[in-house]
Structure formats: C-alpha cells, structure tokens
C-alpha cells in the first residue's frame, strides 16, 4: 500500500502554506500570520493525539475488533487526503475471513454493503480485484481464487495489514508535524538562521506564480510577449485567477455563413462553451437559421488554421420558418445556457424557439416554444436575454426598455425616461445594471431591481476633459446612440452612433477616453456618412472591433490607434454595411454580419 504520492502532496500543501506565511509577513499583515500559525500549532497537537491511538488500532484489527476499527480509522482519517484505500483494506480483510470460514450468505451482504462502494479502488491494479472478491462467493476457502492464492491465514494477514496501516498513517502524521513545525518556526525572528534553508525567498510565491503564467504563455501559439524585469516578471492584461488564453487578433476570414436564397440576414447571435459556437441568424424573410462552428480542432492552443481559398456560403444545418402576422424581424438573443432563442419582431412580438443540443459539437433548431406579445404600440430594435434569470429585455419605437418574465408570461418592469426609440440594450455580467441608448443622443444605465436611472450620458456631447454637456438641450447632441458595450471591468463604456466615431467612455467620471478614427485613406465608401451600429471588443479588451461598409476596422483600446482594416471575403459584401460584429473568446473568432452572410475571422 504505498500512499507517497498522496504524501508528497501533503507536503507540496504545506509548503504553499509556509509561503502564504512569509508572503503575509512582507505584506505587513502580521495578524493573518500569526492566526495561521496558531492553526499550525492546533495541527501539530492533533496529529501528536492521533500518532498516540496508532497502537490502539493495531491491537483493534490483530483482535478482530472490525466495528471498534473501523470508527477509529474514520476518526483518524477524516482529514487524509483520500481515506478510502485504508477502509478498503480493513473491509477487503474482514470480507476475506468470512469466506475462509465459510459464511457466504453475510459474506454477500458484506460485499452488497460495504466493498461495492470502494470498487473503483479495488479494480485500480490490472489485477480487477473487485471481480475476483465476487468470485470468492463460489469458493470453499480464499486460495481457490488465484489473486488471493498467497493469502495465508488470519492471524497472520491481521498483523500484516495492522502493520501497512500503521506505518502508513504514523509516516503521514510525523509528516505533517514536520512541516508544520517549520511553518512557525520559519518565520520566527530567534530561529532565522537555525531554519535559514526553510525560509522562501522574498516575493517567491508571486515569482511562483508569474513563472506558472509564463509557462502557459510558452505553451501557447502563437508566442506571446512578456515583459521582464529582474526576476519579477510578468505580463500585462494577464489575470492569475484563471488560465492564460493567447490574443487571438483576427486578420483572415476563413468561412461564411448565409444562405443561398433571395433572402438577407437581418441579425444574428452567438451562444459559446467548451466544444462549438453556435450561430443562429433572422432573415428578412421570416426564417430562423442555425449554423455550427466546430472549435474541436481550433482550440485556442493551436492558431493552425487552414482559412478556405474560395469562401463559399455554408449553409445553415436547420431552418425555422416564424410566423408573427408578416412582421419583419428585428433582433435575435440566445438564451445563457444557449437551450433557446428569441427573436424580435417589428409588431412587438417575441417567439421563443428551442435550441436542441445533438452532442458536444453541434446542435439544432426545435419547436417553437412560445409567442408572446410585449407591447402593442413597439417596434422592437433591440433584444438580450438577463443573464441570471428566465427575463428579456427589449425596447424600441415605445421608447422605454421592457423587462419581460418568461416563466409568468407578464411584464416586471418598464424603464422609462428616453425621448426617442431605444436603439440598443445591454447588462453588465451579473445583470444589475441595464444600459440603454436611444435615438435622442443619450446613454442610460439603469438599476434593474428598482427601476431607477442612476446615470445619463449624452457621449457625442461629452469631451475628454470635462464632464459636462457642451449643450442644454438634448436635441443638440448630433444624432442617435446606436449601441453600447461595456467592458469587461465594468468602467467604461464603447458607444457607437450615426455620423460620427466611436468612442470609449469613462463611466465613473463621464469622460470620454478614446476616439476611433479612421483615416482618410482607408475610409469607408460612405465616408462622410458612416455608420457603426453595433461593435464588440477582442482579446480580453485589449482591442476592439467596429463595423463600416464593406470593411471591419479593428483598434488598440487604450491608444485609438487603428490596427488594422480587414475587406469582407466576398465582393458583394465589399458594398454592404456591417451590422454587428461579436467575438468569441471560446476560440478566438471574430463574427462579422451583413445582409449576405456572416463571415468568421481568425
């Protein structure tokens, strides 16, 4: 029974604690440090007790006092990293003596009650022990079986594995005194040069973790840059509560999807998780399409693409017709578990349609679930599912955003104060937090349990140093807000707008931080009147994308500066307007929509 392994992680464990000390410590926080050493004592005390109960133990299995032994190695093991190879033993051993005496029928219950649990350990060897303990009901004694033929007798068997349990446990728990005993003294000023080989060096738990990052970062193509300074290294953008995913910054489209009918895409969403992207699409003509984007072999570790030559159409995998008395749909939303879809129409409509799941890559369009009707007076420009609950939020010519229950059918709430149609709609993560824009030049954020506005921002009349409007009067700010998106942090805001740049929004302050604007040699066909409807930001927020005519326009987030300007695959496309862009951080794929298909980049 050889249990180094859950040993060595034991210590590995511990170290990690003796390093949380020294980093608490040069943090100043000598309270934390000394708390933790406390239970570093109250460790080492426990350990000490049950060191002391090991030779009880041994008495309770060499007697056959199987009950008594079991509840002292539970209570002895109720914190080892994985008790159950001690239990299978002990139970293994008292199964195995009830069929050397010949008791088949308790030996049955036996196996039924206790050892089915712990069959996974049992058929852990090559040996399938588990079936071979089964076999054992057919036999007269246990060397019938030839996996137990050098079973000797009780008496012996008792002490032996009195002996394994024993030495294992006393090894771990001296162990555990060991280290524990050099995290107090680690770090105590009278022992420093006694223990000056336990003691971590300075910042060695951040250069620990810097080197784990930059790890993942070499593992990863394509190779990312790292800043270095000394021995503290790290790199910018690059958080160390989850794992490092390379910038995918896409440059070449490499397929596209539409249709190959009369009709054009007038929207489109996507739903993401560990093994597909899921683009589902509304067509001017009434008709929801479903198309699969496969990451199974484009994971984000590997930017060995093949981008096609001839870009195709790929046709959607299954098509819906809706039916909402002839109206023209608006907007698509996917559910946050990507198992429905919703889809807006011109009457102000919702028909809520399922998403069936085939296996891990692909999936399909289902029945149509529901219709609903949210308001009779509202052309619906905008839909988003909330992001914690079964609501929608809509809003369009009614001028107010609709919080709409799916489960109740009815209305929550309404959040009005626009003086125009609202354009665009979207939540922070945790949904919180509503944002609206409209046509009467404004940007509202909303707090959804109350309703109330708790901000207004007119952005085409802020400036980079003040605050404040440059104008009293909301007619005067230049035009309608045709989308928002908040970044990841939650402190600024990306808005777009008719006719003019977009621009990057300090929203604690009112301030705008960046404009996007294109140079004149690479402007749009329709220069003086382009349009940005609605945008999405790339790699971790350290770019962002923007749609124009015929191009896709992608900038540095912090300095404006334009990157790159990336022509639609297919010569139709060059003279259609971008509609939506979104990315993908589950395979870094930038999905670009215009009336003709929508087309993924790389």
Known sequence: ????????????????????????????????????????????????????????????????????????????????????????????????????????????????????????????????????????????????????????????????????????????????????????????????????????????????????????????????????????????????????????????????????????????????????????????????????????NNNNNNNNFEPVVNLSLQEPVSRLQLLSNHAKIRDVAISPYGSMAATAFSNGDVVLTQIKSLNHYNAELGSILDQVHVDDSCDIHSLVFHPSTDHILCGGSSKAVTYYDLTNLEIVRQFKGHNNSVTHISTNKIGNIIISSAKDGSVKFWDTLSGICINTIYPLALSTTSSTRSSSSSSSVGGEITSTVLSSDGYSVLVTSRFSSPRLIDIRNNKIITRYITPLSITDNASSNATYYRPCFVARDDYLCTGGVGYVHLWNTKSGELTNSIMLPQAEMTKSTVFTTLYSSNNGSLYVGTAQGVSIFR
């Open 1 to 296: 029974m050889n249990n180094n392994p859950s040993q060595q992680q034991q210590q590995q464990s511990n170290e990690v604690l003796s390093l949380i000390i020294g980093y608490l410590l040069e943090q100043k926080l000598f309270s934390s440090a000394v708390t933790l050493k406390d239970e570093a004592n109250i460790n080492i005390n426990d350990s000490l007790s049950k060191l002391s109960q090991l030779s009880r133990i041994k008495k309770l299995i060499i007697n056959g006092d199987w009950s008594s032994a079991e509840q002292l190695l539970q209570k002895l093991t109720i914190n080892y990293q994985n008790n159950h190879p001690f239990m299978y033993y002990l139970y293994k051993q008292e199964y195995l003596e009830l069929i050397n005496s010949q008791e088949s029928i308790r030996a049955y219950e036996f196996i039924n009650k206790k050892l089915k649990f712990y069959e996974d350990i049992a058929n852990n060897n090559s040996t399938n022990e588990f079936y071979s303990l089964c076999y054992l009901l057919t036999c007269k004694c246990v060397n019938e079986c030839d996996t137990f033929k050098e079973w000797k007798n009780p008496v012996k068997e008792r002490e032996l594995l009195a002996d394994k349990i024993c030495d294992s446990l006393a090894s771990y728990f001296q162990s555990e005194i060991d280290v524990f005993s050099g995290i107090i003294s680690s770090n105590d000023d009278d022992n420093v040069v006694a223990k000056e080989e336990k003691l971590p060096t300075a910042n060695r738990l951040l250069q620990l973790l810097n080197q784990a990052v930059l790890y993942q970062m070499s593992d990863s193509l394509p190779p990312a840059t790292a800043t270095t300074t000394g021995t503290n290294y790290t790199t910018a953008s690059v958080s160390l509560l989850e794992d490092y995913k390379p910038m995918n910054i896409p440059s070449t489209a490499y397929k596209v999807m539409g249709t190959n009918e009369s009709s054009s895409i007038k929207c489109f969403g996507i739903y993401n998780n560990n093994h597909q992207d899921v683009v589902v699409a509304g067509t001017d003509n009434g008709c929801l399409c479903l198309w699969n984007n496969n990451s199974n």
